[in-house]
């Protein structure tokens, strides 16, 4: 599938969690899910069909952090401004693409990556 057929569609989702070594334990053993680690503070896991993270902040219980991909992020920052989200973390970089957080009017909090 090609990056433009990835466009907004939900492509990733993240784990605030008190210790990751923790959370590979509990998944890798409940789950059979496998792990990259990036250094101390996160860690990637694979469920055998979906990606997500583990991330070292202080643990969200009740939801996850839903990841959405984009080909233009700075277009999609403004889509998501003029529909009434509100930006909680502005466009910044991380090890593999660009990003921003932003809540739904609901209050639900996900995030809009792009590789470039």
Not at 45 to 72: C, E, I, K, M, N
Not at 97 to 108: A, E, H, L, S, V
């Amino acid at each position: 599938m090609s990056t433009a057929d990835q466009h907004h569609r939900i492509d990733y989702i993240e784990f605030n969690v008190a210790s990751i070594a923790a959370s590979k334990a509990f998944y890798g053993e409940a789950f059979g899910w496998t792990f990259q680690d990036y250094g101390p503070d996160y860690c990637e896991f694979r469920d055998g069909r979906l990606t997500g993270g583990f991330t070292h902040d202080a643990a969200q219980p009740g939801g996850a952090l839903v990841v959405l991909y984009s080909t233009a992020l700075e277009d999609s920052l403004a889509k998501v401004d003029a529909a009434g989200g509100r930006i909680t973390k502005p466009i910044f970089a991380f090890p593999g693409g660009r990003r921003f957080q932003f809540t739904d009017p609901d209050g639900y909090e996900l995030a809009v990556w792009s590789a470039t």
